[in-house]
């Protein structure tokens, strides 16, 4: 089986391993990352979706987290496509298809494993007819900026760097249903200085190697942020997050994406992932028109 972000295989080895206690054991921190890392780079060589965006300032009450005004909703639609020798790297378009207000507007992502290579972001505003460069992880405080007015950052978005932190085992525990590893991140030196984040603890599924949940810290050592990915399903033999949320904790905002269709797998076009799919209608709506009909 093979699974997602929602997303981004395990082999027949990892299982072998993993059933082995003495050598389940033996996994260390960084081996836990390194895998589940793996898992995520190697889930698909393609992949289709549409998602929905939701995002409000939310009232703790009655039991839950209720929106205290009508949430922003966004619906996108993306297309992604590993690249390189060893395709670990990947090309990403993210085409917004609702508000009507909003149409056209698009952001173009190559993202890059080796942590020594910056990613690149760029972002197309129709009203300004032009397509600009996005500081992903920039300055130390912007995290590339909100993905689409969201509480996600773009580098929220992107696979982290595994090279980029250092990791500490915390315990073990059981989360949805599922046990899995805690594990600390720690931003390096040179990471450091492009996030405003601290560290982050991760909730490690022990059998799919998909992170369940996120704790981030601001550099204060302040929860910062909660980020929960739940309801996987199985698509194309991808695992992939039904619904991703991110709570901010100091605001008492709250984003949910919920992944409405998915194709993985199928044969995608390497001119889907060019500046001229920000920039022409016609020419990306006929290569989508066609991905769509492998929707589920």
């Known amino acids: 089986m093979k699974s997602a972000f929602g997303a981004r295989a395990r082999t027949a080895a990892m299982g072998a391993l993993l059933a082995m206690p003495g050598m389940l054991y033996a996994m260390t921190a960084t081996d836990i990352m390194k895998s589940s890392d793996d898992v995520y780079r190697k889930a698909f060589t ?10 409000c300032r939310y009232v703790i009450g009655n039991g839950g987290t209720n929106c205290k005004e009508q949430p922003r909703v966004t619906v996108l ?3 992604e496509k590993k690249w ?3 395709k670990k790297d ?8 609702q508000p009507v207000t909003d149409k056209g507007i698009g952001m173009l992502t190559y993202e890059y494993a080796d942590s020594d290579r910056e990613n690149d972001v760029l972002l197309y505003l129709p009203a300004l007819e032009k397509v600009r460069r996005v500081v992903s992880g920039g300055d130390g405080n912007e995290d590339g900026g909100s993905f689409f007015g969201t509480e996600f950052f773009v580098d929220d978005t992107q696979l982290k760097k595994v090279d980029d932190y250092t990791y500490t085992m915390v315990g073990e525990d059981v989360q949805d249903g599922r046990p899995v590893w805690i ?7 040179k990471r ?6 601290g560290k982050s603890r991760l909730w490690v599924d022990k059998e799919r190697k998909l992170i369940l949940r996120e704790d981030i810290y601001n550099r204060a050592g302040k929860l910062y ?8 399903a199985l698509i194309d033999n991808v695992w992939i997050a039904r619904e991703q949320t991110m ?3 100091s605001t008492n905002r709250i984003t949910v994406i919920q992944n409405l269709s998915a194709a993985y797998n199928k044969e995608v076009p390497d001119e889907l992932m060019t500046e001229r799919s920000l920039t022409d209608f016609t020419f990306k709506e006929k290569i989508l028109a066609t991905l769509r009909s492998h929707y589920k």
């Open 46 to 55: 393609t992949a289709v979706i549409k998602v929905k965006l939701s995002t």
């Open 77 to 79: 639609e993306v297309g």
């Open 84 to 86: 390189g020798s060893d």
């Open 90 to 97: 990947s090309r990403a378009i993210s085409l917004v298809l």
């Open 183 to 189: 594990v600390e991140s720690t931003p390096t030196e």
């Open 192 to 197: 450091a200085h492009k996030t405003q984040y």
């Open 225 to 232: 942020r909660q980020r929960l990915n739940k309801a996987f």
């Open 247 to 249: 709570n901010n904790l």
